[in-house]
């Protein structure tokens, strides 16, 4: 007897996240993710995850200084950038980048301060691929400026306004963790070998690029870009349907209800978009939701997180092809805490495969073959 997706079968215990896809709730180590948008920025996020509980004043203060000082990239991955094509996809850029980050080194056990270094440096890479396709060279990241505030810095070279910054940080405050997750169950598989916390990142950023995972949200504006014009939304995705496509932002393994992340989305976007982007994202959503429940009841089909991470990303000044990579920004902290969780009650994750090839077969030599 099979699962197909291994839908609601648990291999894992974890004290992170919890996700209650019937209720719409997601709670990080006990905290309501609703609570949390609304009060922490994403490096007290990232504390409650690595040290188990929201920092003091003067913890928070002591994370962001390591973070700061760990923002510098080594030389293999400077030149390991310089060789990549301008043409490759950000989130290729980054899953070998994270893992030139590692070249040289002896295979050690995944431990905290790699942690930290990794998702300091995971928007250091980023921007500076980004710069460098555009033909610029890496700027130097600047200690002053917090996680989010840094990251736009370094792609564009101007401090970010308040209201750019506050959308992305509560972006990646929402994105940091979710569960057993495709890439998250990637990362834990890879640490469950021995293996190292790069090893790790690059296998979930592998399962992130996938428009099922993390590869929805570009694909959400296209379709918004693609309407054009309010009006245009009915025929638009009743034809996509027709032709059997799936609407980028709706529907989701574990929420059988709105996910409380597009909601917290929604109203952020209503704030930092310009409001006729954001009245066609709203008519998009609503006619899309019209549809898959008059055509697929059954499914209970309802509004994703990457619906309006389209929006804020776009407000928050990101190009759209930067932002696959940059829910990896936000979920290197998840990840990385998972892998560490993993190290610390391992077994080596190792299911089994019902049999479904041929019966006992006689090998017969090459030369005899048809
Ligand atoms: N648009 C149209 N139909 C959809 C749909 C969507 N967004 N999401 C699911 N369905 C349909 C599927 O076609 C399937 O019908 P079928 O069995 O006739 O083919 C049915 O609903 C169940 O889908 P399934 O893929 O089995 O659900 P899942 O729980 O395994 O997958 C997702 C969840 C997220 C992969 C899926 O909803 C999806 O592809 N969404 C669009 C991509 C997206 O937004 N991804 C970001 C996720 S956060």
Redesign the pocket.
């Known amino acids: 007897m099979i699962t197909q997706?291994l839908?609601g079968v648990i291999v894992a215990q974890t004290a992170l996240s919890r996700v209650d896809g019937a209720r719409g709730v997601l709670i990080y180590r006990g905290y309501d993710i609703r609570d949390l948008a609304r009060a922490v920025s994403f490096e007290e996020v990232a504390h409650l995850f690595w040290y188990g509980a929201l920092p003091t004043r003067a913890q928070l203060d002591a994370l962001k200084k390591q973070l700061a000082q760990q923002r510098t990239l080594p030389d293999a991955a400077l030149n390991v950038l310089r060789a990549l094509p301008p043409t490759t996809a950000p989130i290729d850029a980054l899953r070998t980048l994270v893992s030139a980050l590692d070249a040289g080194r002896p295979l050690t056990p995944p431990d905290l301060p790699q942690a930290i270094a990794l998702t300091a440096q995971t928007p250091v890479l980023l921007a500076a691929f980004d710069r460098a396709r555009r033909g610029l060279a890496p700027l130097t990241p600047r200690p002053d400026l917090d996680h989010a505030a840094n990251y736009l810095y370094l792609l564009s070279g101007e401090i970010p306004t308040t209201a750019q910054v506050r959308a992305l940080d509560t972006y990646l405050v929402l994105l940091a963790d979710h569960g057993l997750n495709a890439s998250t169950f990637a990362a834990r598989v890879v640490a469950s070998t021995g293996s190292d916390l790069y090893s790790c990142a690059a296998a979930a950023l592998g399962a992130l690029k996938g428009?099922?995972?993390?590869?929805?949200p570009s694909?959400?504006l296209d379709m918004i870009e693609a309407i054009g014009a309010e009006e245009n939304a009915e025929t638009w995705m009743r034809g996509a349907?027709a032709r059997?496509?799936?609407?980028?932002?709706?529907?989701?393994?574990m929420y059988k209800t709105t996910?409380p992340r597009a909601e917290i989305l929604r109203g952020l976007a209503r704030d930092v978009c310009a409001p006729a982007f954001f009245a066609l994202a709203q008519r998009v959503e609503e006619t899309g939701l019209r549809l898959?429940h008059e055509q697929?009841p059954a499914?209970r089909?309802y509004t994703?997180?990457?619906?309006y991470s389209a929006a804020v990303l776009h407000a928050a000044g990101l190009p759209k092809d930067l932002f696959t990579a940059t829910f990896a920004v936000s979920r290197m902290s998840g990840w990385t805490a998972h892998v560490l969780e993993q190290v610390n009650h391992n077994r080596i994750i190792r299911p089994d495969a019902e049999y479904v090839g041929p019966a006992a077969q006689s090998v017969i030599p090459l030369d005899q073959r048809a």
Do not use: S
């Not at 428009?211 to 929805?216: E, I």
């Not at 059997?244 to 393994?253: A, P």
């Open positions: 997706g839908e428009p099922l995972h993390g590869g929805a694909r959400v349907l059997k496509e799936r609407l980028m932002g709706f529907g989701h393994r996910d898959l697929r499914e089909l994703n997180v990457e619906f």
